[in-house]
């Protein structure tokens, strides 16, 4: 997910980290009958079958309401038709490059009362060609910025060259614990001084 030299991972497979995921699920409060959706769920299991510790598996919901989708697993989501599904939460860390064709289709697929959180770059929000794409589809009410910058790319030192935040849309009060506006995400087990 480089910002600087233009190397890109084949089919942007960038997994979150960890520790960013369970700082954000620690501030959700998930309802007993929700339906999830990750649309961009990159590697479930390891060689071995060993579970990963990506968003769909660290939700905390049963395997029966959850569902993915993965194109390097055969199920593409941006030309997958999902009818009249409709999903309570939808939570993914998109392609940089299809992160407008993302959102557009997830806010298509969220139930009324739906939360769409998607982790994006800080500096996404800035371009001047997606100032009518934000218009459309309107800024985020909630923007937590990750603290620290998570590193994707665990062959390169330190960690990426720009913020990332998660992006909030939230019409069903499941995020009250996270404060309207910008702020921040610490990192399970991060210490701040």
């Not at 480089?2 to 959700?28: C, F, M, Q, W």
């Not at 490059?97 to 982790?119: D, V, W």
């Not at 590193?151 to 990332?164: A, H, I, L, W």
């Amino acid at each position: 997910m480089s910002s600087t030299d233009g190397n890109v991972i084949e089919h942007e497979n960038y997994p979150t980290p960890e520790a960013a995921v369970r700082a954000l699920l620690n501030k959700i409060d998930f309802k007993a009958d929700d339906s999830f959706f990750e649309p961009c769920c990159g590697d479930l299991s390891d060689a071995d079958g060993n579970e990963l510790p990506c968003i769909f598996n660290l939700v905390p919901l049963d395997i029966m309401q959850k569902e993915w989708a993965e194109i390097r697993m055969g199920r593409e989501f941006l030309t997958t038709d999902y009818g009249c599904r409709k999903f309570d939460v939808i939570i993914t860390n998109p392609p940089f490059s299809l992160s407008t064709e993302f959102l557009r289709k997830c806010k298509s697929l969220l139930a009324p009362g739906g939360t769409l959180i998607f982790l994006q770059r800080v500096n996404w929000l800035g371009s001047k060609k997606r100032v009518r794409f934000w218009q459309e589809v309107g800024m985020p009410s909630k923007s937590p910025i990750l603290v620290p910058r998570p590193k994707f790319d665990k062959s390169k030192k330190g960690t990426d060259s720009c913020e990332y935040a998660w992006y909030i849309y939230d019409n069903g009060d499941r995020t009250r614990n996270i404060p309207f506006g910008l702020s921040h995400s610490i990192a399970e087990g991060y210490k701040i001084d």
